[in-house]
């Protein structure tokens, strides 16, 4: 595969996330540490079906565990800040496009069944190509999550 836009789109979130005083969301929605704890799980999730698949299971994708409160509140407590939480989404979404690198189109053609919610509805609920998973990252999923951070530094007390 190529993750030549899922680098890009990584690239991008990082530089939002290390912007300074983020506020909170004026939705009561997500802060950015849990917009980043939120995509470690997801990474992790992403990269572990892809190996998986490699290995000759046939794994599922299900983003509910990156959704749920506890466990986002869980991976944050695991790291020292939002520094720290930056350098392991960096290094996670190394790993995962490392991992999708080498997956060859036998591999990336698999497909996986796939639940996927946000905000509560249901956003897709059916097999899905290895590839079209890992892709979605770069198309929607990293690029929303890049606005999130983008529209909290815009909340934050003395911004415009």
Not at 44 to 56: C, I, P, Y
Not at 71 to 79: D, G, K, Q, Y
Request: charged residues 20%; contains cysteine.
């Amino acid at each position: 595969m190529d993750t030549t836009a899922l680098r890009g789109a990584y690239g991008r979130l990082l530089d939002a996330a290390a912007v300074p005083d983020l506020g909170d969301a004026d939705d009561g929605g997500w802060n950015a540490d849990r917009i980043l704890a939120h995509l470690l799980s997801v990474d992790a999730a992403t990269a572990a079906v892809a190996l998986l698949v490699v290995a000759g299971s046939r794994p599922s994708f299900d983003n509910r565990i990156s959704l749920d409160t506890w466990n986002l509140e869980r991976i944050i407590a695991e790291h020292s800040g939002r520094a720290d939480l930056i350098d392991h989404v960096r290094s996670q979404a190394t790993v995962l496009c490392d991992v999708a690198d080498r997956l060859n189109e036998q591999a990336a053609s698999v497909l996986v069944p796939a639940l996927l919610l946000s905000n509560d509805a249901l956003v897709l609920d059916r097999p899905v190509p290895l590839s079209s998973l890992i892709d979605g990252l770069a198309e929607n999923h990293v690029p929303g999550h890049t606005q999130q951070l983008l529209d909290l530094r815009r909340a934050a007390p003395g911004r415009a």
